[in-house]
């Protein structure tokens, strides 16, 4: 990407985030535009992957694929398509939705305006995929990357200790991952792995980090009936917005991580 293309995109963020923050948000059950899959909360059918299905390391995307929002085959997506397609479901900001297509595009080399990809290809080691990841073993372990590692996935769900507002305190039946947790598991697997992770409060920001929600979805890869993103911002979900979340999760990661290797000594 260019330095002006740079330019271009978080200028546009910016003034998506300047709209969000005058204006009201979406109310909730209308954060799906009406008319695309998952309005209302009703989604489309879950067809878990078969054989010769394509499927990445990102999660959201896998589940777009698993109930027919992308081509469930997972196979030649064009780029514009991703782009549009996380946007009406998740509510991410037109800025974040371009920006991401087009830098998997980047590095695979490819157009973004005239190319295709398959949801593997996104998998490529080192793009949106990392070791330490939070759902997935690392490659050296598990080449498919498009396989979530469910231990990993209930051992991060299991450290979820936030209580649901909605709730009452002493109802046990819905707790909420929050972003220390998600720093104190980010912590464990990238001390165990000794590298850097992109993994971030991505998922915890659209699931509002409720594990009734985060279970199906991170281990089947399907979207619960009823859900709508958290994000309600009437632009979604800018990078400003994300870069603001990704940050503190740093600064606890880090933080946790000195702690685990002081008990190492």
Same mark, same amino acid.
């Given at each position: 990407?260019?330095?002006?293309?740079?330019?271009?995109? +978080?200028?546009?963020?910016? +003034?998506?985030?300047? +709209?969000?923050?005058?204006? =009201?948000?979406?109310?909730?059950?209308?954060?799906? =535009?009406?008319? @695309?899959?998952?309005?209302?909360?009703?989604w489309p059918e879950y067809v878990p992957p078969g054989e010769g299905d394509s499927r990445s390391a990102c999660p959201m995307l896998n589940a777009l694929a698993n109930h027919g929002i992308l081509p469930h085959d997972g196979k030649n997506i064009p780029f514009s398509t991703l782009a549009d397609t996380v946007h009406s479901t998740y509510n991410f900001a037109p800025s974040f939705c371009y920006f991401a297509p087009y830098y998997i595009a980047n590095f695979?080399?490819?157009?973004?305006?005239?190319?295709?990809?398959?949801?593997?290809?996104?998998?490529? @080691?080192?793009?949106?995929?990392?070791?330490?990841?939070?759902?997935?073993?690392?490659?050296?372990?598990? =080449?498919?990357?498009?396989?979530p590692h469910v231990p990993y996935i209930e051992e991060l769900l299991s450290m979820a200790s936030g209580k649901d507002p909605k709730i009452k305190a002493d109802d046990p039946k819905e707790v909420l991952l929050t972003l220390d947790d998600i720093a104190r598991y980010s912590a464990k697997r990238r001390t165990?792995?000794?590298?850097r992770n992109p993994d971030s409060?991505? +998922?915890?920001?659209?699931?509002?980090?409720?594990?009734?929600d985060l279970r199906p979805f991170l281990i089947e890869e399907r979207i619960p009936q009823g859900w709508e993103s958290s994000v309600r911002a009437r632009k979604g979900m800018t990078l400003a917005k994300f870069n603001f979340t990704v940050l503190p999760l740093e600064f606890r990661t880090k933080k946790y991580?000195?702690?685990l290797a002081k008990k190492d000594k």
């Open positions: 990407m260019t330095i002006f293309g740079d330019a271009y995109i +978080f200028t546009w963020d910016f +003034f998506l985030a300047l +709209f969000n923050a005058v204006t =009201p948000n979406l109310k909730e059950g209308h954060v799906v =535009p009406e008319g @695309h899959p998952g309005a209302g909360g009703k695979l080399k490819k157009d973004y305006s005239k190319d295709t990809v398959d949801l593997a290809e996104i998998s490529a @080691h080192n793009g949106i995929e990392h070791d330490a990841s939070l759902t997935r073993e690392d490659t050296f372990h598990e =080449p498919d990357q498009g396989k165990e792995a000794k590298e409060s991505g +998922f915890l920001r659209i699931f509002g980090g409720r594990v009734s991580m000195k702690e």
